[in-house]
Every structure is written in C-alpha cells, then in structure tokens.
C-alpha cells in the first residue's frame, strides 16, 4: 500500500516541524506549505490524501484555500482538517460550510490528537 500523504499549510515554522516529525514516523509522506498560493500549487502537483490546513496566513488565507480545494471537482475528494488559532463559533461554522472535515484550535488540541483524528478520517 502506498504512503497517504498529508500537506501540512501553516506559516509557522514550528507547527509545519511538529506534525512532520509526527506524521513521519506513522508512515506518512508530508509535505509543507508556508501559504495558501503555495499550498495550492502542492495541492494540484501532488494530490495529497489529506490538507491539515492553518486559516491565518499571508498571501492566501485558508478559507480561500479550503474553498479552492472544495470546489475543484478534481480536488474536492480531498479531506481536509483545518488546525488554527481562531476558534470562534462563526469561523467554524463557515469551515463546515466550505467543506472541513474536521476543525480543530492549536490551544486545546494536543498534537497526538490531531494525528489521530488524521488517521481516523484517511481509514474512515
């Protein structure tokens, strides 16, 4: 079986080298992205299985990106999980309704948790 491949989009640094130092080691092949233009270039070249997607970044937030990815019919089989700071009801609902598949805020959700809920969304 092949490698799932997860794209990892976030301007910091720190958050693209944890969830690759974690993703790695549980058999998956990563990718970053520091912005959304970049992640969407990845996006179309590589087809990854699964975006874990931050929604603060320059050039292209990532309600752009999400919406970008949702409505390519090429791209919309894509999952999606969106880890961001911002955790307002609104910014949540608005992800659901562009097509997240899970939303996740960086304060409260453990990097272990967030790879699991990439693996049980990629075998889902």
């Keep these: 079986m092949s490698k799932k491949k997860v794209l990892v989009v976030d301007d910091a640094k720190i958050f693209q080298d944890i969830y690759k130092n974690l993703l790695i080691p549980e058999g998956f092949a990563v ?3 520091s912005n959304g233009m970049e992640a969407l270039k990845i996006v179309k070249e590589e087809r990854p299985d699964l975006v874990l997607l931050d929604l603060n970044m320059p050039i292209m937030d990532g309600f752009k990106v ?6 390519d019919p090429e791209l919309s089989s894509i999952h999606v999980v ?6 307002l009801p609104e910014e949540i609902e ?3 309704n562009l097509g997240a598949d899970s939303y996740l805020v960086k304060a409260t959700a453990k990097p272990k948790e967030v790879i699991s809920k990439i693996k049980s969304i990629l075998q889902g």
């Design 31 to 33: 990718k970053v992205a």
């Design 66 to 71: 999400l919406q970008a990815i949702k409505s």
């Design 82 to 87: 969106v880890l961001t700071s911002r955790g």
């Design 94 to 96: 608005k992800a659901f």
